[in-house]
């Protein structure tokens, strides 16, 4: 499929630079674009090697004007421009509407219009599914399930009883939602199950990456609010509540009761503890144990950074020492200033203020 550059422009409201009828056939990186392909540079780097690069046309900001550029269009956000034009050259494969002869319904199943239900899925009783709905091979939903519009859900995963998933929600192949939280209680010195009775809900336009665990609640819900996007392996506790648009990346562990404000980010192997808050807007850095509340907009990170394995063998035999450490320091300082007290001059009563 060839596309004009001016057809793509009008696809992200850009302004043409050179030839409006340069034709396009793909898109890449700007290291190895082709001479059919779009690509786009940002800033720095990116917008450094637009003179070189053998792409037809470069995406870039509205403010670069450098001659070097034979044909581009100029856009607010060349990125966001970029994900738009892959969108179109590239739209996501849907398979055909329908169920297939091997899923298996359960009673009392409502479906929308254009539903496709895949090979060996499974569906439970009384399970609404949405106008537009995905449901790929080997997924299995729980009793009343709902879900809702244009919601895809890839391969292996299961949505267990009673969970809410809202529209245009994505979740990627063998994530569990609605596993029982983790409860016991211990009696003479074992741990007894406490039932965990909640639901999951997902709201809208929410993504879910591959392998993640999302809890069921003790009571009431586990809350993934609109815009959420979490990566891969991510557990999410019970009674855990994620806020609008908040990015939760690879490996982040949240535990049980915590409540992550809106568009926060948890950066890769975040551990965040239990019955704690992580204000709107907070950024955690990767490998950082969170263990009291984090207020909005701050920033936190504890991971240490990578050193000379011999260093870190060295620094392994100090870090117990720390806590006695301090204490003497502290003792020197409060002896230092005692001394310099001591150590000052009387002052002359005939010394003039």
């Not at 997902?202 to 609640?217: K, L, P, S």
């Not at 020492?321 to 002896?335: A, G, H, M, S, T």
């Amino acid at each position: 499929m060839s596309i004009s550059l001016a057809h793509i422009a009008q696809w992200v409201n850009g302004q043409i630079i050179g030839d409006p009828d340069c034709l396009i056939e793909g898109a890449g990186p700007i290291s190895s674009a082709t001479e059919r392909q779009i690509t786009f540079a940002e800033k720095g780097p990116g917008l450094k090697r637009v003179g070189s690069c053998r792409a037809a046309a470069v995406i870039v900001p509205r403010t670069y004007t450098d001659p070097a550029l034979k044909n581009g269009i100029q856009v607010e956000n060349p990125r966001l421009a970029f994900a738009v034009v892959l969108e179109k050259l590239y739209p996501a494969r849907r398979p055909s509407p329908g169920i297939h002869p091997s899923a298996v319904l359960g009673e009392g199943c409502q479906l929308g219009k254009n539903t496709s239900v895949g090979a060996g899925a499974v569906l439970g009783d009384r399970v609404v599914l949405g106008d537009n709905v995905i449901l790929h091979p080997l997924v299995v939903i729980g009793d009343d399930v709902v879900i809702g519009n244009d919601t895809n859900i890839y391969p292996h995963v299961s949505v267990l009883e009673r969970c809410i998933v809202g529209k245009r929600v994505i979740i990627h192949a063998g994530t569990v939602i609605g596993s029982d939280g983790y409860g016991f209680v211990q009696d003479a010195g074992r741990h007894h199950k406490i039932p965990q009775i909640g639901i999951v809900q997902i709201d809208d336009d929410v993504e879910i990456g591959a392998n993640n665990t999302i809890d069921r609640a003790s009571f009431d819900r586990t809350w993934v609010q609109s815009g959420v996007k979490t990566d891969n392996q991510v557990h999410i506790a019970h009674n855990v509540v994620v806020g609008e648009h908040t990015l939760l990346v690879a490996q982040v562990g949240i535990a049980g009761s915590t409540t992550i404000g809106h568009h926060a980010i948890l950066a890769g192997q975040a551990g965040i503890s239990g019955h704690i808050s992580i204000g709107n807007g907070a950024v955690v850095g990767p490998q950082t144990g969170v263990g009291k509340s984090v207020p909005d907009k701050q920033v936190v990170s504890s991971g240490l950074v990578a050193m000379p394995h011999l260093t870190w063998l060295r620094l392994q035999q100090v870090i117990p020492n720390l806590p006695d450490l301090f204490k003497q320091v502290r003792y020197l300082e409060n002896r230092l200033a005692q001394l310099e007290k001591v150590s000052q001059p009387a002052k002359n009563p005939d010394d003039k203020a």
